[in-house]
């Protein structure tokens, strides 16, 4: 397994390593010591999986208030998304900031998203499957979210020109500057 920090380092790309032959591969997606090791020492506790029918479905930018934070580790089981990560933790430098990677069920990155962030992802294909772990179970009362399109994080999502397919609750979340949260 290769674990990259990208620019915001505490947020991870994870590379499993795959075994192929002509059956197809294996890979192992999830071993707590081997991602230790590698520096995300997390005991999860959920899996969650989303469908989305349509290429440029927006799904977020979700997190949990404290102290339910959630760290994640996402991957696409089918298809492909491009995966954002917003910097929610108080005093950091980063605060506001997003990283991104593109994930993809033929290579099989993850990307490890810590407590404190908001996540959130576009479909790059139709019928794509996401698959992610948590580090909290979900809290009704601690669920939140940013709105995908704030400038002042200023996601470049990847639409192509078209508008994304989006709930009406992510449609009606609140800006960064509004949720009395500051770095």
């Known amino acids: 397994m290769e674990a990259v920090s990208?620019?915001?380092?505490?947020?991870?790309?994870?590379?499993p390593r795959r075994f192929a032959d002509l059956r197809g591969y294996f890979a192992e997606?999830?071993?707590r010591m081997t991602f230790a090791e590698a520096g995300v020492d997390i005991d999860f506790v959920q899996d969650n999986a989303s469908f989305s029918a349509?290429?440029?479905?927006i799904r977020g930018l979700h997190f949990q208030r404290a102290p339910r934070e959630q760290a994640k580790l996402v991957?696409?089981?089918r298809g492909s998304?491009?995966?954002?990560?917003v910097d929610l933790r108080p005093g950091s430098p980063h605060f506001g900031r997003h990283v991104s990677a593109v994930l993809t069920a033929a290579s099989g990155e993850q990307l490890f998203v810590p407590a404190g962030f908001a996540h959130g992802f576009c479909t790059l294909e139709d019928a794509t499957e996401v698959a992610y772990k948590t580090s909290d179970y979900y809290s009704p009362e601690h669920d939140a979210g940013i709105r995908w399109n704030d400038p002042m994080v200023a996601v470049e999502w990847p639409l192509g020109g078209q508008e994304p397919v989006m709930s009406e609750r992510d449609l009606r979340l609140p800006y960064l500057a509004d949720l009395g949260v500051s770095g």
């Not at 349509?54 to 479905?57: L, R």
């Not at 998304?81 to 990560?85: I, T």
């Open 81 to 85: 998304l491009f995966d954002v990560a």
């Open 75 to 77: 991957r696409a089981v």
């Open 6 to 15: 990208l620019e915001i380092d505490a947020v991870k790309l994870i590379r």
């Open 29 to 31: 997606t999830w071993n």
């Open 54 to 57: 349509a290429k440029g479905t």
